[in-house]
Each structure stands twice: as structure tokens, then as C-alpha cells.
């Protein structure tokens, strides 16, 4: 493991964000551009629920006010405008973030392949016609049995996947096989889940959510998958720390702020090196099989169709906003 606390020829210690970054791609979990001004992220990903949260703030209704207008004249639908907000957005964050952003599909089309495929191309289209190429635009699909086949479709499109929602191997294993760009597993709700099923809190590493990742990691990395790691829903600055050295790391900012104002070493928890001493077998999926094996999985089964039903919530919300 490496630790690194100072700059090259200088005393001067480098704070906890900055020491992460020598091991990790540091993403921005917010939909707030001055905030990610604030902490320079490389990428920046957002979901329904941190674009209505960023959309009541006084300083993005002209974002809204735009889509709106615009849709008005084309006679779009309601679902169109809720689009073009979400597009309008992701340009505004590219304006900021040299590399990347997710832009997530409609939760209510969980479960519907070729509706996926079609809202992705809408999305692309989108920002085609605002100069934006889709290298920089990561679409984000649930990590349903059907958004693993959508995902397929569009990487072979060259359209790039983000799959989220993901609590289990045995998702990570069918995105990984179908290949998704990159998959956002999310730690602290994995562990909310566990601190209510057990009653007791969880040492960070032991922390269920930071194992699921690591074992992820290093089965993707013991058999070459090239499927990007990118640990999500954080709910400590401890939580981040003991997944240095993963792919990517998307942190909200005021963990961001943490991290930042912090100056302890900072040590690698993983790696290619670290992850050929996990002992994984190896497996493949099929449909049955992987509904049979997250079925197993009762943290997962619930966690994925409580986090379906709570974006499709908070993306009627951001909808209703637009309406008024």
C-alpha cells in the first residue's frame, strides 16, 4: 500500500483530496455548478434527485425557464422538457468539468429495453445539436436485467453506460459482461440497509458497502474486465478513504469539504496488485441466473426497487416543478 502526505521537495502537506487524487479519479456527486468550481472535479454525475435539489435553487430557474420556452415553441411534451432540463444541465456542468457527466434515464423506464435505447439517443441528440460529442456523456441506466441489454445495445453504438443502482457481484458481473463502460455501485446505502437489518454500526472497514465494492474491484481486475469502478452514495469521509485506488469516486460536496480541510495520510486500499490475492471464482450470467442470484440478495432486491421508486419520485417532482 502507498501513502502519500507531501508534495515532491516540499514540507508542505498535501490535503486529503489532493492525496487521493494521486490514487483515484475524483468525481463531483452534486448538480451545483459553483460548488464543483469549488472542488474541480474531473467528471460530475447527477440523478433526479440532485438536479431537483440544484433546480429550486433561485440561481438555475433561467436553465428552467429555457426549457420550458423552448419546448413551448416546438410543441414538446411534458417528458421532452424534462429532457431538455436534464441536457441544459449536463452542458452547463461540462462547461465546468474537463472530462465527463452522467445523465441518468427515466426510472419508469426500469424495466423497458427499447425505451431505454430510445431515451439514450434522445439524450445524445441532444447534446449533438449543442456541439456536445458523446464521448463526454455517460448515460445512466438502472442496473435492471433490462437496462444490462440496453446498455449492450448502446456500447456497441459507441454510446458510453453509466449503471447505477448497483448493490450486488452478481450486477456488476452482468454490466461488466455486457460491456458497460462504467457501474457506480453504491456504498452507503448498502450500508443503511445493514445497520437496520443487524442493529449495530460498522467499523469503516468493515463497512458492508466498502467490501462490496473491493470485491467488485477485484474481480474486474483479476479477470481484465475494462468496466470502470466508480464508488457512489457515500456516507462518511471514512467511507471514502478506505476505497482509495478505486477507479473513480463520485463524493458529494460537503464530504468533498472534508476531504479537502483534512492533512492525515492518505493510504491506497486498492489496486490491480492488491486484488490478485482475492480468491473469486469465476462466473457468467444469464437471465435466469442473474435474476435468480440478485433475488438471493434480499439488501439488493430491496435497495435497487426502493431506489427506482425514489429517482421516479423525485423526477415527478422535478417535473411538476417545470410545470408550474
Not at 62 to 76: E, H, P, R
Request: proline fraction near 5%; glycine fraction near 6%.
Amino acid at each position: 500500500m502507498n501513502t502519500i502526505n507531501e508534495k515532491p521537495g516540499s514540507v508542505a502537506p498535501l490535503n486529503q483530496l489532493e492525496q487521493l487524487r494521486q490514487f483515484t479519479r475524483v468525481v463531483a456527486d452534486t448538480g451545483d455548478f459553483a460548488l464543483m468550481k469549488e472542488y474541480a472535479p474531473e467528471d460530475a454525475t447527477t440523478n433526479p434527485s440532485l438536479i431537483l435539489k440544484a433546480a429550486q435553487k433561485p440561481e438555475y430557474q433561467s436553465l428552467i425557464q429555457q426549457a420550458v420556452t423552448d419546448g413551448k415553441k416546438a410543441g414538446a411534451s411534458p417528458d421532452d422538457i424534462l429532457r431538455q432540463v436534464l441536457v441544459l444541465f449536463g452542458r452547463e456542468i461540462l462547461k465546468v468539468v474537463p472530462g465527463r457527466v452522467s445523465t441518468e434515464t427515466s426510472a419508469k423506464l426500469a424495466f423497458d429495453t427499447a425505451a431505454l435505447i430510445d431515451e439514450a439517443h434522445v439524450f445524445i441528440a441532444l447534446y449533438a445539436k449543442m456541439g456536445i460529442p458523446r464521448e463526454r456523456i455517460l448515460i445512466k441506466l438502472a442496473t435492471t436485467w433490462e437496462g444490462i441489454q440496453a446498455a449492450k445495445v448502446l456500447q456497441k453504438e459507441g454510446i458510453n453506460c453509466n449503471m447505477t443502482l448497483l448493490f450486488s457481484l452478481a450486477q456488476a458481473v452482468a454490466a461488466a459482461e455486457a460491456g458497460a463502460k462504467l457501474i457506480s455501485p453504491f456504498v452507503g446505502r448498502i450500508l443503511d440497509w445493514y445497520k437496520k437489518d443487524t442493529g449495530r454500526d460498522y467499523p469503516p472497514a468493515e463497512d458492508p458497502g466498502v467490501l462490496s465494492v473491493r470485491e467488485i474491484y477485484a474481480y474486474y481486475k483479476k479477470y481484465g474486465y475494462p468496466t470502470e469502478v466508480m464508488g457512489a452514495s457515500f456516507r462518511s469521509k471514512d467511507e471514502v478513504l478506505e476505497l482509495a485506488g478505486c477507479d473513480l469516486l463520485t463524493i458529494s460536496p460537503n464530504l468533498l469539504g472534508e476531504l479537502k480541510s483534512g492533512t492525515a495520510p492518505v493510504t491506497r486500499k486498492l489496486s490491480p496488485e492488491i486484488s490478485r490475492g482475492f480468491k473469486l471464482a469465476k462466473f457468467s450470467l444469464d437471465e435466469k441466473g442473474f435474476r435468480w442470484m440478485l433475488n438471493e440478495s434480499a439488501m439488493a432486491t430491496e435497495k435497487l426497487s426502493e431506489g427506482i421508486r425514489l429517482f421516479a419520485a423525485d423526477a415527478a417532482k422535478l417535473a411538476a416543478l417545470i410545470a408550474k
